[in-house]
Nanobody
């Protein structure tokens, strides 16, 4: 099994910044992709950003230019730097990892428990 532990959420004023972190641990051979999704109240979970093992990032249009995703492969950790936060960024943010347990196993998806981000004055 793979465990994902998120940290860094909280309350911030509009225009402020937060940095989320997510560390993966457990039976990990490799992690192909890591990323962040979010679920706002009354809405479905949506992609925020993903990053491959070679550093290629992908962003939702709503966060391009404001959020930056990065990862530390040696520590199996992914980060999300969120700047210029808006009230509509308020959501529970979930970490995701597509990982293999060993060379022969398929890539399986794993989720963190979520961390609340609230943008409000």
């Amino acid at each position: 099994q793979v465990q994902l532990v998120e940290s860094g959420g909280g309350l911030v004023q509009p225009g402020g910044s937060l940095r989320l972190s997510c560390a993966a641990s457990g039976s990990i051979f490799s992690i192909a992709v890591m990323g962040w999704y979010r679920r706002a109240p009354g809405k479905q979970r949506e992609l925020v950003a993903t990053i491959t093992s070679d550093g290629r990032g992908n962003y939702a249009d709503s966060v391009k230019g404001r959020f930056t995703i990065s990862r530390d492969n040696a520590k199996n950790t992914v980060f999300l730097q969120m700047n210029s936060l808006k009230p509509e960024d308020t959501a529970v943010y979930y970490c995701y990892a597509g990982a293999k347990k060993d060379y022969y196993s398929p890539v399986l998806g794993y989720w963190g428990q979520g961390t609340q981000v609230t943008v409000s004055s």
